[in-house]
């Protein structure tokens, strides 16, 4: 018999993950340890806004440059 293991069990320590509910919206980022917000990978990023309609600018600060996004 197997045994379901959960989200956080899935993961490498240096491993990001999307939480997404049942209709398909994102609910969330998982950061892993030692990481923050402002080093969220540009692919996360741009999966984000292609597919879950987030503001890029959500990403960045002023001072910060926009990554350029493929539509």
Known sequence: ??????????????????????HGNLK????????DEDDVPDSIIQ???SQF???IEEFYNDEDELP???H
């Open 1 to 22: 018999m197997s045994r379901r293991i959960t989200f956080e069990e899935s993961l490498e320590h240096d491993d990001w993950g999307l939480i997404i509910d049942k």
């Open 28 to 35: 969330g980022l998982f950061i892993p340890d030692g990481a």
């Open 47 to 49: 999966l984000c806004c």
């Open 53 to 55: 309609g987030i503001d």
């Open 68 to 70: 350029d996004v493929i």
